[in-house]
């Protein structure tokens, strides 16, 4: 398979989010309440998402999954409840876009922690994906999603 991998360099970028640690088995759950009471809450301060929804992962645990799901924000906005104000930190990212099923990106993140090493760079260990359309929306085979490794 192809890829197209790129080293880039970002600003902060504020978001609203709520981080949940569980199961992998109940993520899509999660994600889609998480979601819903973010776009919610927007909506009630007369705002928009300024980009697509994302999922970071603190670990790869799949049974104590440490994951914040939300939504980049224009600017800084309050938090509420477990609904948080946080941001996706300045600095040297690792980029990845992928086609297809959730559960076969496996191969993509091999392929871009490679190209990592390769490159001489170092990721923190977490990562971030942002998911560009929805298995609502589309069939499994177009689902668009970014990768985003962070780097030391």
């Not at 979601?35 to 919610?40: A, K, L």
């Not at 645990?61 to 609904?83: K, Q, T, W, Y």
Request: glycine content about 6%; aromatic content about 10%.
């Amino acid at each position: 398979m192809a890829y197209h991998f790129e080293i880039i360099e970002t600003t902060s970028q504020p978001v609203l989010s709520i981080r949940k640690t569980t199961p992998v088995n109940q993520l899509p759950q999660e994600l889609g309440q998480a979601y819903h009471s973010i776009i919610t809450y927007l909506e009630e301060l007369g705002q928009q998402p300024a980009d697509a929804p994302f999922a970071c992962y603190y670990n790869m645990d799949m049974e104590n999954l440490d994951v914040e799901m939300g939504f980049p924000v224009i600017s800084a906005l309050p938090g509420r409840g477990e609904i948080q104000a946080s941001e996706i930190p300045a600095g040297k990212k690792a980029t990845a876009l992928y086609a297809g099923p959730y559960q076969e990106m496996g191969p993509t993140y091999e392929a871009l922690t490679q190209w990592i090493k390769d490159a001489g760079q170092e990721p923190t260990g977490v990562v971030y994906e942002l998911y560009y359309n929805s298995p609502l929306e589309v069939p499994e085979s177009e689902l668009l999603t970014k990768i985003v490794f962070l780097l030391k």
